[in-house]
């Protein structure tokens, strides 16, 4: 039986995924109907999904840790900083949110609920991308939660900016929005046969961050030690 405190975190994290997702999508669809630049549309894309990042990090993370991505909540099971029963959890209400999040979005602008994408992102050059910018975003968390615990917010919201410029995949860095937007025939789309190798490298890149940043930044017993 869940208990109180669960089931906020729970819903927590069902709600940041998604709004987020809602974002993510939603902004996209809007910047395509305003402009036919993909360049600017995707300027737009980016904006609304970083400052949605920074408010939902600053607004749930004393909740239940805004993790909002399965690959993030990953790391924090295998580190022993969140248990692996409540990891079995976030994970699903994460997927779930991000799944609504991409339905409201349809709704809101009068586009079919259900959809498949068809947005190919296919080849190795967008599998590592996807790697790195899981990498990048795990790496990004943990040093700022180590170093400057005020700073996640905006980190994570920064280094996604900056992924969606860098990275050949525009920056997904996350399984749960990359099933959901497997799910969007949208600017935002990716085909729903090219999801399974976004989400296998994500968790790659998420698993490479964890043993990098364990290095990187010990914890603050071994430092002393040291």
């Known amino acids: 039986m869940l208990t109180d405190a669960l089931s906020r975190r729970l819903f927590a994290e069902a709600l940041g995924s998604l709004l987020l997702t809602g974002v993510v999508i939603g902004s996209g669809i809007l910047a395509t109907r305003l402009t036919p630049d ?4 995707l300027i737009g894309n980016t904006l609304a999904t970083s400052a949605i990042l920074f408010v939902l990090i600053t607004s749930l993370g004393g909740v239940s840790g805004a993790h909002f991505n399965p690959a993030v909540t990953l790391v924090e099971a295998l580190d022993r900083k969140l248990s692996v029963t409540d990891a079995a959890l ?17 709704l809101m602008f009068d586009l079919p609920v259900f959809q498949l994408a068809t947005t ?11 790697g790195v910018a899981t990498f990048a975003l795990v790496v990004a968390i943990r040093g700022a939660l180590r170093w400057r615990p005020d700073a996640v917010a905006a980190s994570v919201a920064l280094v996604i900016a900056a992924g969606y410029w860098w990275t ?4 997904f860095a996350n399984p749960a929005i990359t099933l959901a937007r497997a799910l969007s025939d949208t600017f935002a ?3 729903l046969a090219d999801a399974p190798g976004f989400i296998a490298a994500q968790i790659a890149g998420a698993l490479l961050a964890l043993g990098v940043s364990r290095r990187l930044f010990p914890s603050e017993a071994s430092r002393v030690a040291q």
């Open 189 to 191: 789309g990716v085909r």
């Open 38 to 41: 993909a360049g600017v549309a």
């Open 120 to 130: 190919e992102r296919s080849g190795a050059g967008k599998m590592l991308a996807e």
């Open 168 to 171: 050949s995949s525009t920056s």
């Open 90 to 106: 976030y994970i699903p209400a994460q997927i779930a949110g991000c799944i609504a999040g991409a339905w409201i979005a349809h």
